[in-house]
């Protein structure tokens, strides 16, 4: 098994939502690499955004899925699209997918 597969495995053990899950990961993650600080959202309905930066008005918002297979390309579009009223929303946009 390479590094990656482990890497693979040890994140799809994570629950997906909550600051013990796969977006408290992100929060932390992206708290760390901009030097911002990330809070999740509340449950419910979030329009699209998981976490967003704190201090700076929600400047830098994020949206996380952990998915537990391949994602065809179709799908990512289709989420895409469903969340074109917040990217429209805003005057710069920046999808991250891997």
Known sequence: MTTIDNLRDTLRKLKP???DGFEGLMAAV???ITKRTFAL???GSQRGKD????????????????????????????KMTCH?????QHL???????
């Open 30 to 32: 992206l708290t760390d």
């Open 17 to 19: 939502t909550g600051p």
């Open 51 to 78: 976490g967003q930066s704190v201090l700076d008005e929600g400047a830098i918002a994020f949206e996380g899925k952990l998915y537990e297979d391949a994602v065809a390309k179709d799908q990512m579009l289709s």
């Open 92 to 98: 710069e946009s920046e999808w991250v997918l891997q």
């Open 84 to 88: 074109r009223s917040f990217i429209q």
């Open 41 to 43: 959202a509340s449950s």
